[in-house]
C-alpha cells in the first residue's frame, strides 16, 4: 500500500514573529531559521515549549508563574518543520490535517499561501487542506503563522481552579497530519449500534464514511469495510472534486446483524469489549486509502427520576454516575503516561466517571483509554465561554458569550467539528453543549441538527447547571431552554467546606438527590511532600500568600474556611506538620460522606461529580489527587465511598446501609458493627446475617443517639461473605457533638459554601494514647511493574487511627509515583493486623514509610524474596 498517514511531531522549531523578519512565503521557501529558533514538538503551545527548553524555569514552583509576561505572547509565533516525500509516493494525492490551532493561522507550504486566518479561525475547528499541487517530491517546507487568541474568542481556557496561563494556551494544540492517498480519500468512518435490550442477544450496526474525491476525474470503485470476520462492500461513483456519504445498512447487509455481540460496559457493570472496522476504497483491485477505528457496542439512554430529575442508562441498565472534574496541564503538557496514570487512579477510586469540562485533550489518546477502561465520559464546552471574567468582553446573562450571529455560527461548526472527530468513542455517553447556561435559540438548534445528522446515538445535555428540583431557586428560569427545557440536573454546590451531614440532609442545593453536576468540599490540601515541591522552604509555615496564590481563584483564593473547621473541629495545628496530619483526616472525613450519602439515595439520586478529579498545576483546591499524582487522603476516601458492596454510616438518620453497586443479588452476607471509644474500649459489637437486591441501598441497622460514650468515638463496619472473608471495611471518627448549618446567614452564597453554626467536636484525637506498630513488607518483581506487599501488625490494646503507607525512593527519600495501594489512610483495632498490596514502577531500591496519627514508632521489617 502506497497511501499512508504521518504525525508530524518531530524537528519543530518556533520563534515569535517580533524576532523573525522573514515572510511566511520565505520561510516556507528554504530553511530561514537560526540558532534562536526553539527547538519544539507538536502538539505544544508556545509557552509549554519555552518551559521545556528552559527559557521559563519551575513555572509552577511559588509564585514563578506571575515572572513570565504575557506580553511576549501579544503577537504571532512562527512554527516551522520539513517533511519528505519519497520518489515511490510522489503519484499520490496529499492533504494536512489540523485537529487544533489556538487561535487562528496562516500556513505557507513551500512558498504557497494554502490556507489564511479566516480558514483556520478558532481553537476546535478541524481543517483539511488538499496540497496535491503544493507537495513536491523531497523536502518540503512548512511555515505556520499562530496568531493568539484575544478576550472574546472562544479558546481554550481555565476557569477558577488556576490561574490562567500567560499564552493563553497559543500554539498548535493538537496533531497535524500528513494524509497521503490516490485520488480517494475516506473521511468520517462512523459506526452506530442498536441492541435487543430484551436479552442481548443480537444487535444491528450501521457504518457510514465519506468518501472525497479532489482530483478534476470521475473515479468509480468500491468501499470495502470488515469488522473481525464480517465483510462487506459497495460499489459507488465520486464525481470531480466532491464528496459523498457511504451507509451500510444493516437492512440491506445482514451480516451487519450480529449474533451474541460483546457489549461495552462501564468497567463496574461489565466488560468494555471493542471491535475494529477496517476501510479501505480499492479502484481495480488497487488500495488508494484505508482507515481503522475502533468502536464500542452499546446503547444509551436518559432517563427521568419522579419527572424532575435527568438519569442515565447504559444497555438500559440504570448507573448512578459517580465522578469527577478533570482538567488539561496548565500548559497543555499532559503525556500518554500522565494520563494513562491518572485514569487508572479513577478506576482504582471505583469512579465510573469523568466529566471534562471543556473538550479536553492534546489528541484522542484521554478517550481512547477510556475506551478501553471503561470510564464514562461527559463531553462538552467550557464555562469560561459563559462569564465576562474569563472571556474579557461583555457576555449575555442568559447565554453567555456565544449570542452574536457570527459567534453562533462559528461555535456551531466547531462543534459538529468535535463531535465528528469524537463520536466513535464508546465512553461518551452525554454530549454536554453548556455548562452554567444555556446555549441561546439559534445556537441550540444548531446543536440539535448536527446530532441528527451525525450522531443520533447518545443523548445530549443543553446545559450542566439546572436546578434539577422541584424547589424554586432565584435565577433558575435563566436554565430552562425554551426549545429542550429544563436540563434535569443540578449545579447548587457546594464548592468549599462542607460538614458530612449536609450530604444525607440537605434537599434545597447539593445534597443527596438528583444529579449533581459539579460539587465538593472545598479545598484539598496535597500531602507534606508535594507542599515541599511548590512552596519555597521559608513561606512553608505558617501559611502564606504563596499557598494562597495556589489556592481557588476569587471565592476560592484563600484556605480560611478550611482553616476555620480544623481549628474548630480538630484544634488549631501548631506546626506544619501537624496541619498536614490534620488536613489529610479532614481531607478524608469530608470526601467520604458525599459519594455515600448518594449511595445511599440511590432511589432519589442519578449522580454526583465531585468537583474536582485532578490538578492543572500544584494547588490546595478541588482534586483527589495533586499535580505530582500522589493521593491526598480524598482519593481513598473516595475509593471507600464508592465500593460497589459496602456499609455506609447515615449521618443524618444514625442507620447503617448496606448498598450493592452489582447487578445481580447477593446472599449469605453478614455485617459486623463495633463501636469504640476514644481509649479504645469496646461500646458495641454486634452482628447481623443480610441480602441485598441488585442496584440498591438497605438500612440494615439502626444505631440511634449513643449516650454515655466519649465525645469522640470510633465505628468500625465490615462485610464478610458466607465463608467469614471481609469483603468490605469502613472505619468511622464521629462526635456526640453534632454539626449545625446555617442555611440562612450566606443564603445568597449557596452554590459556595453552607457555613456551620456550630462544629462538631474531635479535640479527643488529639490525646489519643500512642503505640508501636509492627511492618513485614516484601517486593516482588512482576513482568512489567513491581509489588510491594506490607503487613501491618497493631501489637497493642489501642486503635491505630489513620495510618498512612509511603513509598520512596531509598536514596533521594523522594515518593515513588504514581503508587497503587489497594487501601490507604487505614485504621487498626486493637490487637488488628491487615495486609495491603501496591503497584508501582520504579528502578532503584526503594523504601517503606508509615505515618501514623498516634503511632509513633514503626518496627520494619523487609522479607527478601
Not at 478524608?588 to 478529579?613: C, D, H
Not at 512489567?784 to 498512612?804: C, D, G, H, S, T
Request: proline content about 5%.
Amino acid at each position: 500500500m502506497k497511501h499512508l498517514k504521518i504525525e508530524l511531531k518531530d524537528n519543530w522549531k518556533i520563534q515569535s514573529s517580533e524576532k523573525v523578519s522573514q515572510t511566511g512565503y520565505e520561510l516556507s521557501l528554504k530553511s530561514n531559521t537560526t540558532s534562536d529558533w526553539i527547538p519544539a514538538q507538536v502538539p505544544s503551545t508556545v509557552l509549554g515549549t519555552l518551559v521545556l527548553n528552559q527559557i521559563y524555569k519551575d513555572p509552577y514552583f511559588g509564585e514563578n508563574l506571575k515572572n513570565i509576561p504575557p506580553e511576549k505572547f501579544k503577537a504571532p509565533w512562527w512554527y516551522t518543520t520539513c517533511f519528505t516525500i519519497a520518489d515511490d509516493k510522489s503519484a499520490l494525492d496529499a492533504c494536512l490535517e489540523f485537529e487544533g490551532i489556538n487561535y487562528k493561522a496562516n500556513v505557507w507550504l513551500n512558498g504557497n499561501l494554502i490556507a489564511d486566518s479566516k480558514v483556520i479561525n478558532g481553537a476546535f475547528r478541524i481543517t483539511s487542506l488538499t496540497i496535491s499541487d503544493a507537495v513536491k517530491t523531497g523536502e518540503n517546507l512548512l511555515a505556520i503563522e499562530v496568531i493568539p487568541p484575544k478576550p472574546g474568542d472562544f479558546s481554550t481556557g481555565f476557569v477558577d481552579w488556576n490561574p490562567a496561563p500567560p499564552d493563553g494556551n497559543m500554539g498548535i494544540f493538537r496533531p497535524v497530519k500528513l494524509h497521503l492517498y490516490k485520488g480517494i480519500k475516506i473521511n468520517r468512518p462512523f459506526v452506530q449500534s442498536s441492541i435487543d435490550l430484551n436479552n442481548f442477544t443480537s444487535a444491528e450496526l450501521t457504518v457510514s464514511a465519506q468518501l472525497e474525491n479532489t482530483t478534476n476525474k470521475t473515479i468509480s470503485g468500491s468501499l470495502v469495510g470488515q469488522i473481525g470476520d464480517i465483510e462487506f462492500n459497495k460499489k459507488v461513483k465520486i464525481p470531480v472534486n466532491s464528496s459523498i456519504t457511504i451507509e451500510f445498512d444493516p437492512t440491506i447487509y445482514p451480516q451487519l446483524k450480529l449474533r451474541n455481540p460483546k457489549l461495552w460496559w462501564p468497567f463496574h457493570l461489565g466488560n468494555p469489549h471493542l471491535y475494529t472496522l477496517n476501510l479501505h476504497f480499492e479502484v481495480e483491485k488497487e488500495i488508494t486509502d484505508s482507515t481503522n477505528i475502533q468502536f464500542g457496542v452499546r446503547q444509551i439512554e436518559d432517563f427521568w427520576l419522579n419527572d424532575i430529575h435527568r438519569g442515565y442508562k447504559i444497555n438500559g441498565k440504570k448507573v448512578l454516575i459517580k465522578g469527577a472534574g478533570w482538567t488539561d496541564d496548565l500548559l497543555l503538557m499532559d503525556t500518554d503516561s500522565t494520563i494513562e496514570a491518572q485514569l487508572n487512579y479513577v478506576k482504582q477510586m471505583n469512579l465510573n466517571t469523568i466529566r471534562l469540562e471543556g473538550i479536553w485533550g492534546k489528541n484522542q489518546k484521554l478517550y481512547d483509554l477510556c475506551d478501553e477502561l471503561g470510564i464514562l465520559m461527559m463531553v462538552g464546552w467550557s464555562c469560561h465561554w459563559e462569564h465576562e471574567i474569563h472571556m474579557g468582553v461583555p457576555v449575555n446573562e442568559r447565554f453567555g458569550g456565544v449570542y452574536k450571529p457570527h459567534d453562533i455560527e462559528q461555535v456551531a461548526q466547531a462543534w459538529e467539528d468535535q463531535v465528528i472527530w469524537l463520536r466513535n468513542h464508546p465512553s461518551i455517553f452525554v454530549w454536554t453543549v453548556a455548562s452554567d447556561k444555556v446555549p441561546i435559540n439559534q445556537l441550540e438548534q444548531k446543536y440539535i441538527d448536527t446530532f441528527k445528522k451525525y450522531d443520533p446515538t447518545r443523548p445530549y445535555l443543553n446545559s450542566t447547571g439546572g436546578v434539577g428540583s422541584d424547589q424554586h431557586v432565584i435565577g433558575s428560569e435563566d436554565i430552562i431552554s425554551e426549545i429542550s427545557g429544563s436540563s434535569g440536573v443540578k449545579m447548587l454546590g457546594p464548592y468549599d467546606y462542607t460538614a458530612p451531614i449536609y450530604w444525607f440532609t440537605d434537599t434545597r442545593f447539593g445534597g443527596s438527590y438528583g444529579f449533581n453536576t459539579e460539587t465538593g468540599t472545598g479545598a484539598q490540601i496535597p500531602q507534606l511532600e508535594s507542599l515541599k515541591k511548590f512552596i519555597p522552604e521559608d513561606q512553608l509555615w505558617p501559611i502564606s500568600k504563596v499557598w494562597n496564590y495556589h489556592c481557588g481563584r476569587y471565592e476560592f483564593a484563600n484556605l480560611n474556611r478550611f482553616k476555620t473547621a480544623i481549628k474548630e473541629r480538630y484544634g488549631n495545628p501548631l506546626n506544619l506538620y501537624e496541619f498536614n496530619q490534620k488536613a489529610q483526616v479532614m481531607n478524608y472525613e469530608l470526601m467520604r460522606p458525599m459519594f455515600e450519602a448518594f449511595q445511599v439515595n440511590k432511589e432519589k439520586s442519578t449522580g454526583i461529580i465531585q468537583w474536582m478529579l485532578n490538578a492543572a498545576w500544584p494547588k490546595m483546591y478541588w482534586q483527589l489527587y495533586d499535580y505530582y499524582l500522589m493521593p491526598t487522603a480524598a482519593f481513598y476516601a473516595t475509593q471507600k465511598a464508592c465500593a460497589p458492596l459496602h456499609l455506609i454510616y447515615n449521618y443524618g438518620d444514625y442507620k447503617i446501609y448496606a448498598v450493592n453497586d452489582h447487578l445481580n443479588t447477593i446472599k449469605n452476607l453478614k455485617a459486623r458493627i463495633r463501636i469504640y471509644d476514644i481509649t479504645s474500649k469496646e461500646y458495641l459489637d454486634h452482628r447481623i446475617e443480610f441480602e441485598i437486591t441488585a442496584d440498591t441501598s438497605i438500612p440494615i441497622y439502626d444505631l440511634g443517639y449513643l449516650e454515655n460514650i466519649s465525645t469522640t468515638y470510633f465505628l468500625d463496619l465490615r462485610i464478610m461473605d458466607e465463608r467469614d472473608i471481609e469483603i468490605d471495611i469502613n472505619f468511622y471518627w464521629l462526635s456526640t457533638k453534632e454539626e449545625e448549618l446555617d442555611y440562612e446567614t450566606n443564603l445568597g452564597e449557596f452554590a459556595f459554601h453552607t457555613p456551620s453554626k456550630i462544629y462538631s467536636d474531635f479535640y479527643l484525637l488529639n490525646s489519643l494514647e500512642k503505640g508501636d506498630l509492627t511492618v513485614h513488607y516484601q517486593i516482588i518483581e512482576v513482568e512489567n511493574y513491581q509489588e510491594i506487599m506490607v503487613k501491618i501488625i497493631n501489637p497493642e490494646r489501642l486503635i491505630a487511627f489513620l495510618i498512612n503507607l509511603k513509598l520512596q525512593d531509598k536514596k533521594h527519600g523522594t515518593p515513588i509515583l504514581p503508587i497503587y495501594w489497594e487501601d490507604n489512610f487505614i485504621s487498626l483495632l486493637p490487637g488488628e493486623s491487615r495486609i495491603l498490596k501496591g503497584k508501582f514502577n520504579h528502578n532503584a531500591p526503594v523504601a517503606l514509610k508509615i505515618d501514623s496519627w498516634n503511632f509513633n514508632t514503626v518496627n520494619y521489617e523487609e522479607i527478601s524474596n
